[in-house]
């Protein structure tokens, strides 16, 4: 068995894991060490109920960026335990963007023809409150054997029109070197396969993780493309900027993808700060902001769409186009992420177009192209 952020564990022992080990036996993980926290005792009853239902874990590094004065805390709110994630609502789904159905074999997911999901693991460095994948999370076991990931290997070389491998989860980067030095062997084996993409939460809620031994696990033949999860610009760290550092001297692509979180960055100060501070600071391309999905007890966290495309309409206006996010909402039905807009198409009548400007004003364009 392969075991994730245990640190018992003999093979993670290494003197340049014992930052990061440290990081998690301090910090929460369990409902029990919710205890440790400042919290009034009517707020750590509701929290150990909410964490009862969904799986609890912080890492000491994200729990120290907390004011634990400021109830509203955009920290706080996305990891702490709350009672409205008991209240959910109708229409809410255990599987938000249908991973189960588009599953041929276990812990694949084949959505769109040229890339696959892999669920490397099930376990997060951090357990987000939000987290469209949190029933999966809370129902699959600690560890997983290598066998149990050889059916989703044997489907990628059977399948050449797959050209691309996200490694997902849980999150990938909560596994030992040797364990994804393995995974990313057996991938860059497929001769097919061109792009290795890891989504991670690993450089925001810990970010001693990432050592140069991690580095190397996942250096290769394949392009590398590290996908962050960056939600707000208290994240932002110096200990996140050398974690972000040393992925892009590794030679990997970075990029970021946020949710829209009503009490955490939803307006646009707060967005903006964040794309500006993940480009400018950070190296990191704004790539996604995700409408909230479908995820059970998250209605109190959901903005609408009509507010999402206010939102990234001003950005658009502030920020550069490097620094702006894609507004996307994943299908509930497996239909993929689609562009929310916001559209500046008025009208069109034939060749001429009515398009609004950055500035508000509409203008007319003409159509000019050769014959066909």
Not at 170 to 182: M, Q
Not at 195 to 200: D, F, N, P, S, V
Not at 244 to 265: D, P, T
Request: glycine letters at 6%.
């Amino acid at each position: 068995m392969i075991s994730h952020l245990d640190t018992t564990d003999a093979g993670m022992a290494a003197d340049d894991d014992a930052a990061w080990q440290g990081d998690v036996r301090a910090g929460v993980r369990q409902v029990r060490d919710l205890d440790s926290l400042p919290l009034s005792a009517a707020e750590r009853a509701a929290a150990q109920a909410a964490a009862t239902r969904h799986k609890v874990r912080i890492p000491k590094a994200y729990l120290d960026l907390i004011d634990w004065s400021d109830p509203a805390d955009p920290i706080r709110l996305q990891v702490i335990p709350s009672p409205e994630e008991l209240d959910e609502q109708e229409g809410e789904l255990d599987d938000p963007i249908a991973d189960h159905a588009f599953s041929p074999v276990p812990r694949l997911t084949h959505r769109h023809a040229d890339r696959v999901l892999l669920f490397a693991t099930y376990q997060c460095a951090v357990y987000c409150r939000f987290c469209f994948r949190k029933e999966s999370l809370t129902s699959i076991g600690r560890g997983f054997s290598r066998e149990a990931l050889e059916p989703a290997f044997a489907y990628i070389e059977a399948h050449p029109e797959i050209r691309e491998v996200i490694l997902t989860g849980g999150d990938p980067l909560s596994l030992p070197d040797k364990a994804l030095a393995e995974i990313r062997a057996r991938i860059e084996a497929v001769a097919h396969v061109r792009l290795l993409r890891i989504h991670t939460r690993v450089p925001v809620a810990l970010p001693s993780r990432v050592t140069s031994g991690l580095v190397r696990s996942l250096q290769g033949r394949l392009m590398v493309t590290v996908v962050t999860h960056f939600n707000h610009a208290r994240e932002i760290t110096p200990a996140t900027e050398e974690s972000c550092r040393a992925l892009r001297q590794g030679g990997f692509v970075l990029l970021n993808q946020s949710v829209l979180l009503k009490g955490v960055n939803d307006t646009v100060e707060a967005l903006e700060e964040l794309c500006r501070e993940l480009m400018y600071r950070l190296g990191v391309k704004p790539y996604y902001l995700h409408h909230g999905d479908l995820a059970r007890g998250m209605a109190h966290r959901r903005t609408t769409i009509a507010e999402g495309r206010a939102l990234v309409s001003a950005l658009r206006a502030r920020l550069s186009g490097i620094c702006n996010p894609v507004y996307v909402l994943d299908l509930p039905d497996g239909g993929g992420k689609v562009p929310l807009g916001p559209s500046y198409v008025e009208a069109q009548n034939g060749e001429t177009w009515r398009i609004r400007g950055q500035d508000g004003e509409v203008r007319a364009y003409r159509e000019l192209v050769g014959d066909p």
